[in-house]
Nanobody
Framework: QVQLVESGGGLVQPGGSLRLSCAAS????????IGWFRQAPGKEREGVSCISSTGGRILYADSVKGRFTISKDNAKNTVYLQMNSLKPEDTAVYYC????????????????????WGQGTQVTVSS
């Protein structure tokens, strides 16, 4: 069974940091592209960052460049999203998504490109 499980969300003050994890089961990350997305109440789901199966191609939304870092640990079959200098506007439910692409530099920040989704983890940035 192909599955993605996010963890690491929570409440943090503005300027703080969180690290989200996306653990994969049923497939190996060295054959899958992974994306992080977020959805705030009343807003559409937006791409935050994504990484190819090779790890050689990484994309970030302009709103998070310089603050968020995506990485992967193939041995742990897990993708991480390190979020620093958090702002109230980063408050949302964060989802990871995957697509099997083989060993490739293909990846995308479009939610329509992915076919497997996690359940989401809440991130709240507030004082």
């Amino acid at each position: 069974q192909v599955q993605l499980v996010e963890s690491g969300g929570g409440l943090v003050q503005p300027g703080g940091s969180l690290r989200l994890s996306c653990a994969a089961s049923g497939f190996t990350l060295n054959r899958a592209a992974i994306g992080w997305f977020r959805q705030a109440p009343g807003k559409e789901r937006e791409g935050v960052s994504c990484i190819s199966s090779t790890g050689g191609r990484i994309l970030y939304a302009d709103s998070v460049k310089g603050r968020f870092t995506i990485s992967k640990d193939n041995a742990k079959n897990t993708v991480y999203l390190q979020m620093n200098s958090l702002k109230p506007e980063d408050t949302a439910v964060y989802y990871c998504a995957g697509r099997l692409v083989g060993y490739s530099t293909d990846t995308s920040n479009s939610p329509d490109w992915y076919d497997t989704w996690g359940q989401g983890t809440q991130v709240t940035v507030s004082s």
